[in-house]
């Protein structure tokens, strides 16, 4: 199974509509789950981590996450597009006793926001 | 806000050549690290780097590359003899802590040096 999948490699939404990227992850016991967004010329931004407090994230931008342990999943949400929102999204695992000391990422997600 | 500043942003080379990627970490971050994307593929972890040594790489990190942290502020990696699928986005990142703390692997990421090799 795949360390890390997200479900869509594109996503359009149009402007003031919900978003939602789906992520189901592969792991041991407790991992750290992470979301980052990268838009065009610009670093690997983080968004929003978990890491074993609360199971609703909430990071920038209005941004949250969901850690559903029974599903093996980490989706992200947000209530309302913004046409800034437009990047790719990835969904990253970190997980000391499978993978090291390493973050494990997602092949990413196209999020494209229509006026 | 603190980054991570990376140079060149794009680097195009001749088949054969060495390459030297630069980064400047955040300055207090003590652990450093490689990811590279090749185009149409995840991003990928290479190495991450402490003290001045290499605390763990993955098996694309051959012996063509080489990391070094040659002054207080830089951190550069080295591809000794560039082939064609050495092409990719090359991505650097530091985190203050280290990775195996719960909850303390966050790392600050880099905008990338993209390297094509002809």
């Known amino acids: 199974a795949q360390s890390v999948t997200q479900l869509d490699s594109h996503v359009s939404v149009s402007e003031g509509t919900p978003v939602l990227l789906r992520c189901n992850y592969s792991?041991?016991?407790?991992?750290?789950l992470f979301w980052y967004v990268q838009h065009p010329n610009k670093g690997l931004q983080l968004l929003l981590k978990?890491?074993?407090?609360?199971?609703l994230v909430k990071g920038i931008n209005g941004f949250e996450a969901e850690f559903k342990k029974s599903e093996t999943s980490f989706h992200l949400t947000k209530p309302s597009a913004h046409m800034s929102d437009a990047a790719e999204y990835f969904c990253v695992v970190s997980d000391p006793l499978k993978y090291g000391n390493k973050l494990v990422f997602g092949a990413g997600t196209i999020l494209r926001v229509k006026s | 806000e603190p980054e991570v500043t990376q140079t060149p942003s794009h680097q195009v080379t001749q088949m054969g050549q060495e390459v030297i990627l630069r980064c400047v970490p955040i300055?207090?971050?003590?652990?450093f690290y490689w990811y590279r994307q090749i185009l149409g593929q995840k991003v990928e972890f290479l190495v991450s780097f402490y003290n001045n040594e290499i605390s763990e790489k993955s098996e694309i990190f051959d012996d063509q590359f080489s990391v070094e942290r040659p002054d207080g502020s830089n951190f550069t990696l080295k591809i000794r003899s560039t082939k064609l699928e050495d092409s990719a986005m090359y991505f650097c990142?530091?985190?203050?802590?280290?990775?195996?703390?719960?909850?303390?692997?966050?790392?600050?990421f880099g905008a990338g040096s993209r390297l094509t090799v002809l």
């Open positions: 978990y890491t074993s407090a609360a199971t």
């Open positions: 300055s207090n971050h003590l652990y």
């Open positions: 792991s041991s016991y407790s991992p750290s």
């Open positions: 990142a530091s985190s203050r802590d280290r990775g195996l703390d719960r909850g303390a692997n966050v790392l600050t």
